[in-house]
């Protein structure tokens, strides 16, 4: 095993995490909303692809042109009729809101679906590798790499070139001020959560793919999303896909020296950043 | 014509109530000043105007509709825009943005980026800069003029002198006069009661959130200002 191997592997990890992270970063960035149910609608996501692929047959790369648009709905619902109530009073209202989502989310899917492992199947490309001088990388690990870097480039886009994006970050920086500008803050904020979930329903579809899936599968999702987000420092999407990064290559490096180590690994180095530089590695978000 | 009447107005913070009763009313095109003491309630009286607290429907009329029960946003699309005490621009965004910000209300009028740029041309200069790193005085020409890229017919001004020098205070009092020019209806909240009464036609003194006096500023007579001023 060698070290440039190790570094390979464990960044287009990171994408994975990044792609995770993405949803949890956005609507913590302009609405200050912890979502403590971010990893079971990633969960969510995928069962509603395989829903998708038993009714239509599609492929799981397909289902996404319907699972895309259902969980944005979900999302602008989700933020429009529950969620928006729960941010005037402080971080604590939304936590327990989402706490509550995430507990219905999981007991509501093992009801529906039982205890047992689902996968997505996409076939050859699960397994698919490029060759180079005995150095092997997954076809679908750069896919997944090259979808967040795309996703946070498109959202970078948004963010500081469109009239939306502008009234996000005023948001963000001063809820009051922009309602008093004109803005309606509440609908803003349901599309914010909207776009997070077209983020979170990739993470979860092809988390769908690249491993299995049962109804308990969320919380573990929410940490590593967490922890990007906290590495990379809040409202920095770019910080996210390093802190993903961080956590995946500091997974390979642990999984190296011996593999029961790789979780363990990732979350002594989130440590180690929150010890050395507490707001993360690029701290954008101001309160 | 009245633009903005305010009929036995109260509002409350919590328990806590900041004004009781306050008639006040503008008429079309007029510059009035809104002068008191510290938490005499002219601030609050903006906020209630602007919808930033909840007050009963009709004890706001603008235009003849009641708006008390509004929300911000939709009383900006009305034609009320606010310029905030302490300006209050958004830091992440350059100056420029902060301008375009008001044009999210989507009215149309006399106001657009150009015509603002000539009213103010340092901004057009410090444009790309976040607006964090302007003066005082210009980030209160850019909160002045976020304000009117929503075209507004009452603008309502929160001490627009507060930390500023005295010769930029001028500066910006004399640009009021192109707003004013569009028929634009101002209400100036001010602790500067001077500059207040020099820009004004009529002023509202408040008192522990009462109104304690309401008068022409021509010949105003100073003992009576001070008396309703202080309360003595």
């Known amino acids: 095993m060698n070290w440039l191997n190790i570094l390979v592997q464990g960044g287009l990890l990171g994408g994975f995490y990044a792609l995770f992270a993405i949803g949890l970063s956005m609507s913590f960035g302009i609405m200050r909303l912890v979502n403590i149910a971010h990893g079971d609608l990633i969960v969510l996501s995928a069962y509603v692809a395989l829903v998708v692929t038993w009714y239509t047959g599609f492929d799981p790369f397909l289902s996404l042109a319907i699972v895309l648009p259902v969980m944005f709905g979900l999302g602008y619902a989700l933020q429009r009729g529950l969620l928006n109530q729960t941010l005037s009073g402080g971080l604590l209202p939304p936590l327990l809101v989402t706490f509550g989502i995430s507990i219905i989310i999981q007991n509501g899917l093992l009801q529906g679906f039982g205890a047992y492992d689902h996968r997505l199947k996409e ?8 060759q180079a001088d005995g150095f092997f990388v997954g076809v679908f690990p750069l896919l997944v790499f090259a979808v967040a870097v795309v996703g946070i480039a498109s959202l970078q886009l948004l ?6 994006g502008r009234a996000f970050r005023a948001v963000s920086d001063d809820a009051d001020t922009a309602e008093l500008m004109g803005i309606d803050n509440r609908k803003l904020y349901a599309l914010a959560l909207g776009i997070a979930m077209i983020f979170t329903a990739l ?4 988390f769908g793919i690249r491993t299995i899936f049962a109804p308990s599968s969320g919380p573990i999702r929410l940490i590593l999303a967490f922890e990007a987000v906290i590495i990379g420092g809040l409202g920095s999407m770019w910080g996210t896909l390093i802190g993903g990064m961080v956590l995946g290559i500091a997974q390979a490096i642990g999984a190296s020296l011996d593999p029961t180590w790789q979780i363990l690994a990732g979350h002594l180095a ?5 010890i050395v530089r507490p707001s993360g590695l690029f701290p954008r978000t101001r309160d | 014509m009245t633009l903005l009447r305010a009929q036995n107005l109260s509002a409350f913070y919590g328990d806590f109530q900041a004004l009781f009763d306050i008639n006040v009313s503008v008429e079309q095109g007029e510059t009035v000043a809104v002068i008191g003491a510290n938490g005499a309630g002219k601030t609050t009286f903006l906020r209630a105007v602007a919808g930033a607290l909840a007050t009963s429907p009709e004890s706001v009329m603008f235009d003849g509709q009641p708006i008390g029960h509004k929300t911000p946003h939709e009383i900006v699309r009305l034609g009320i825009a606010m310029v905030p ?18 044009t999210h209300s989507e ?11 000539e009213l103010f041309p340092r901004l057009h200069e410090l444009r790309h800069l976040p607006a964090p790193s302007l003066s005082g005085g210009q980030q209160q020409m850019a909160a002045i003029g976020r304000a009117l890229m ?9 001490e627009l002198s507060l930390g500023l020098a005295p010769v930029v205070i001028r500066d910006i009092y004399e640009c009021l006069g192109a707003v004013t020019a569009e028929g634009t209806t101002i209400v100036l909240v001010e602790q500067d009661i001077n500059r207040a009464l020099d820009a004004s036609s009529r002023f509202y003194c408040f008192q522990e959130g009462r109104l304690a006096l309401n008068a022409p500023t021509k010949n105003f007579d100073r003992a009576a200002i001070t008396a309703a001023y202080f309360g003595l």
């Open chain 2, 150 to 158: 929503s075209n507004p017919r009452l603008l309502l001004c929160d």
């Open chain 1, 159 to 164: 963010f500081f070139r469109t009239r939306l």
């Open chain 1, 203 to 206: 993470a979860g579809v092809l």
């Open chain 1, 270 to 274: 989130f440590l180690a950043i929150l």
């Open chain 2, 85 to 102: 005490e302490g300006r209050r621009l958004f830091p992440s965004l350059s100056v420029e943005e902060n301008l375009l910000l008001g």
């Open chain 2, 107 to 117: 009215r149309a009028g006399p106001w657009h980026l150009k015509r603002v740029y």
């Open chain 1, 123 to 130: 076939g050859a490309i699960e397994t698919a590798s490029l």
